[in-house]
């Protein structure tokens, strides 16, 4: 990751309690939650997410866990922040800093309209995406922000946002069907994460492309790829009206995206997503399993992050067929389930309310074909 | 506005006083570290601080005035419960 400035002993001390905090959660009160849930439904289990809710809510200890995760993300990016606040000129010429030789090209648009979904809130910045205050849009420091911030949520702060989680976008980018992907869309990236796993994975692609809203993410986006040495093409867009040709791309993907628009939005994306892909191309994402694939323990506790983590349309996606989406936009042949990976060397992944061990269905994979001719 | 806010328990006062809590908490322990830090650096400097401390901790004399400490700072706690 880009250099970031160093941390006092009191910013370090409290991103550790913060983190210590979130792992506590998820492996004392969490599993607790769950067993005194179990010992209650007996033999009579229930059998909708809302029922199974309805009595894991009515725990006290429940309802500790849910303020603690809830707190723990407020508390996690005003400490991110106040531990760059005193930084801002010299990030910001970081930021500014264009390398001498760069591998790959940023491409911003000054005028770009931000759609309503994106930019507003209505409960006082509180239902901002992640609670992270601006969202992704209006803090020019928000890449920095998420690199410690966001690696909190992870539970790996001292990592960084962009160094985690290790091997599993990787294994995303190079579990796509054997074939000749020269050009590649990564459709909301944010960071860049994902985008940077796909040239890792295909390192003689003609162009890889990240599109995104934010012009601060895009930027720091653009600056972890030129560190890392990886040519990728950061623009800003809007991924519901592109300015790329038709079939100009062999393969689209989406990270942790799909559940960040409404349902409506995700069509439109769909939609100009199959427009610009070749006949024959393919399209994946990875996002977080729908509730159809949980327990319904398991999905009622994922749903925290609907109303607990500022996550607006994570109902609407998670309750949603995102198959039959892709079908309705023509794409064929759509598969979803797990990504299967190996493990990685942290359990602390963003994968919970849902309890801390390590789950395979916690990253999973949606992915389709547009037909041939 | 406030009565918007995301609240885990039925009354949002509770999370609020949680909020509390856990930010006291991320005090205690930032200052914890610290102290640790700094018996460590005057280790380092040749002064043997934490076994002081455990001297002067165990003196059976200091009890009487650390309790009188303790009862000023109670008062001070909890002291608006009663009010």
Redesign the interface.
């Known amino acids: 990751m880009p250099p970031l400035p160093p941390v006092t002993q009191q910013q370090a001390a409290r991103f550790d309690y913060l983190e210590g905090l979130r792992l506590y959660n998820y492996t004392r009160h969490i599993p607790e939650v769950l067993e005194r849930y179990e010992a209650t439904v007996g033999s009579r289990r229930p059998r909708t997410m809302a029922t199974a809710g309805k009595r894991i809510k009515a725990q006290t200890l429940y309802q500790f866990a849910a303020a603690i995760q809830h707190q723990a993300q407020v508390m996690g990016w005003a400490s991110a922040a106040e531990s760059l606040a005193d930084h801002g000129d010299e990030l910001d010429a970081l930021l500014a800093k264009v390398p001498k030789k760069p591998k790959g090209r940023l491409v911003l648009d000054e005028v770009l309209p931000l759609p309503g979904y994106y930019t507003e809130n209505d409960s006082a910045g509180l239902d901002d995406i992640h609670l992270a205050p601006g969202g992704y849009w209006r803090e020019s420091l928000v890449g920095p922000i998420y690199e410690r911030g966001g690696a909190l949520y992870r539970t790996a702060w001292r990592l960084g946002y962009s160094a985690s989680p290790p091997g599993a976008l990787v294994a995303f980018a190079a579990g796509a069907p054997s074939g000749d992907y020269k050009r590649i869309l990564d459709l909301g990236c944010s960071f860049g994460g994902n985008t940077m796993s796909f040239r890792v994975a295909y390192p003689d692609a003609d162009e890889i492309v990240g599109i995104d809203l934010s012009a601060p993410a895009l930027r720091w986006a653009h600056l972890s790829a030129e560190e890392r040495g990886l040519a990728i093409t950061y623009q800003q867009g809007d991924a519901t009206e592109m300015a790329h040709e038709d079939s100009s791309f062999d393969m689209v993907t989406g990270f942790l995206f799909a559940h960040e628009v409404t349902s409506v939005v995700l069509d439109q994306v769909l939609g100009e997503a199959f427009r610009v892909l070749r006949p024959g191309g393919h399209i994946r994402f990875l996002d977080v399993p729908p509730y159809s694939a949980l327990e319904p323990e398991a999905a009622f506790l994922q749903s925290f992050d609907n109303d607990g983590n500022g996550e607006k349309f994570w109902n609407e996606f998670l309750l949603s067929d995102f198959k039959a989406a892709l079908e309705r936009a023509g794409f064929v042949d759509a598969v979803d389930g797990p990504l299967d990976y190996d493990q990685p060397g942290f359990t602390g992944t963003a994968a919970l309310m849902r309890t801390a061990e390590f789950r395979e269905e916690n990253r999973w994979c949606t992915s389709a074909d547009k037909p041939e001719g | 506005?406030?009565d918007?806010?995301?609240?885990?328990?039925e009354d949002p006062a509770?999370?609020q006083l949680?909020?509390i809590t856990?930010?006291l908490?991320?005090e205690v322990?930032?200052l914890r570290?610290?102290l640790t830090?700094l018996e460590q650096a005057l280790a380092q400097s040749g002064t043997d601080v934490s076994g002081l401390i455990e001297e002067l901790a165990s003196d059976p004399d200091r009890a009487a005035a650390v309790a009188a400490d303790r009862d000023t700072f109670l008062e001070r706690f909890l002291g608006p419960l009663i009010e």
């Open positions: 506005m406030a918007e806010r995301y609240h885990a328990f509770l999370d949680l909020g856990l930010a908490g991320a322990w930032s570290d610290r830090l």
